[in-house]
């Protein structure tokens, strides 16, 4: 995709559901998601295919792990404010790589794809260095998901405010650090209840449900 971007092959006209993925973009050398937010922005196209994609109000957008840092690098959450008021992450508090199994609950919230799980708390896994939300400069957030614990190593990046996920005002762009698309699946959980032995699916899916019924929604 990104080189389609580049080229000006592709861009995301026909597209209503981006998703910025986790892993290790540029093997993180110049930082975690720097060299991939570099590639939006100093290439003239696929700067132009971003900002008229999230210009539109038929659009959704979710970045996970590296894909939460390059929306914070791009200034994704928080379009309306300057980028010097814009949350941005470091490294993790402990200073090393944190890998685990641990459960994030959910606040009112008006994200798309997270709103429907208000008041659980779940599951899920981490796997990052740099997933510390610095939101000191900027008042005007929304937090979707919070470690359960302020304190590391329930909060194992140490996120103000226990932050695990950041949404736009309007509820339809949303960054989060939790790998909740590696846990779809009952097997892929580090802990799943014996009394829903009968599920096919883990509580995680509905996000990407709503997401789709709301393109559904608006493109009819």
């Known amino acids: 995709l990104m080189s389609g971007l580049m080229t000006g092959r592709e861009d995301l006209s026909e597209v209503n559901l981006i998703v910025f993925v986790g892993g290790f973009s540029n093997s993180d050398v110049l930082g975690s998601a720097k060299g991939w937010a570099g590639a939006f922005l100093y290439n003239p196209k ?11 109000k038929d659009t959704l957008s979710l970045g996970v792990c590296n894909g939460c840092q390059l929306m914070m690098e791009l200034g994704l959450i928080n379009r309306e404010v300057e980028m010097s008021a814009h949350p941005k992450m470091h490294h993790n508090g402990s200073g090393k790589f944190e890998s685990t199994f641990i459960n994030i609950s959910i606040p009112k919230n008006n994200s798309v794809m997270l709103s429907s799980y208000e008041g659980t708390t779940l599951g899920v896994w981490v796997a990052h260095g740099e997933g510390r939300f610095d939101l000191k400069n900027n008042p005007d957030y929304t937090i979707a998901a919070n470690y359960t614990y302020p304190n590391y190593p329930g909060n194992p990046n140490d996120s103000d405010f226990a932050a695990a ?3 736009s005002k309007d509820g339809r762009h949303l960054a989060i650090m939790p790998h909740i ?8 959980w580090g802990y799943y209840p014996t009394n829903r032995k009968q599920d096919e699916v883990g509580p995680w899916i509905a996000a990407f449900v709503n997401a789709r019924e709301w393109v559904k929604g608006v493109t009819g």
Do not use: G, I, M, V
């Open 181 to 188: 698309e590696r846990t779809l699946f009952p097997w892929n």
């Open 46 to 56: 696929a700067k132009a295919a971003l900002d008229n994609f999230y210009n539109r």
């Open 165 to 167: 996920a950041l949404c």
